[in-house]
C-alpha cells in the first residue's frame, strides 16, 4: 500500500537525518507471481494461462554509502553552491535538505492506482 511505503520512507530518512547521514538511495526489487501449474503429464508440467498467478513480491530499502555530513562535505557544498548556477542546488547538501529532496523524488516515483 502506497500509504504504508510513504510513512517507511519518511521514518527512514528522518532518522538519516538525525543521524546526520546523506548520499542514500532506494533499491526497489520486483519479483514476478509465480505462475500456476498444471499436474505434470508423463512428467511434463505445463503453464496454464489463466491469469491466477497470485501477487508478485516488491521488496525495497534504502541502500548506498551513509555519508556522514562532516566539515569536508560543508566545505564541498559551499564550494559547489558558489561554482553552479544559482538556480542549481548542489549535489551535496546538509541531510535535513538531502532528506527532503529525497522524499519529493520518491513521491514522484510511486503512485498509487486509483480504481474508477
Same mark, same amino acid.
Request: one cysteine or more; glycine letters at 6%; hydrophobic letters at 35%.
Given at each position: 500500500?502506497?500509504?504504508?511505503?510513504?510513512?517507511?520512507?519518511?521514518?527512514?530518512?528522518?532518522?538519516?537525518?538525525?543521524?546526520?547521514?546523506?548520499?542514500?538511495?532506494?533499491?526497489?526489487?520486483?519479483?514476478?507471481?509465480?505462475?500456476?501449474?498444471?499436474?505434470?503429464?508423463?512428467?511434463?508440467?505445463?503453464?496454464?494461462?489463466?491469469?491466477?498467478?497470485?501477487?508478485?513480491?516488491?521488496?525495497?530499502?534504502?541502500?548506498?554509502?551513509?555519508?556522514?555530513?562532516?566539515?569536508?562535505? /560543508?566545505?564541498?557544498?559551499?564550494?559547489?553552491?558558489?561554482? /553552479?548556477?544559482?538556480?542549481?542546488?548542489?549535489?551535496?547538501?546538509?541531510?535535513?535538505?538531502?532528506?527532503?529532496?529525497?522524499?519529493?523524488?520518491?513521491?514522484?516515483?510511486?503512485?498509487?492506482?486509483?480504481?474508477?
Amino acid at each position: 500500500d502506497l500509504r504504508y511505503l510513504e510513512a517507511a520512507v519518511f521514518n527512514d530518512t528522518q532518522l538519516l537525518s538525525k543521524l546526520h547521514l546523506m548520499d542514500y538511495s532506494l533499491l526497489l526489487a520486483a519479483v514476478p507471481p509465480e505462475p500456476s501449474h498444471s499436474p505434470s503429464v508423463n512428467g511434463l508440467s505445463m503453464t496454464l494461462g489463466t491469469g491466477n498467478e497470485g501477487p508478485g513480491t516488491l521488496s525495497l530499502g534504502i541502500i548506498d554509502y551513509l555519508r556522514p555530513y562532516t566539515w569536508d562535505k /560543508q566545505v564541498e557544498t559551499a564550494w559547489k553552491s558558489l561554482a /553552479q548556477n544559482s538556480s542549481d542546488q548542489p549535489t551535496v547538501i546538509e541531510p535535513d535538505n538531502y532528506a527532503g529532496r529525497f522524499l519529493r523524488a520518491m513521491s514522484t516515483y510511486f503512485v498509487a492506482d486509483c480504481p474508477a
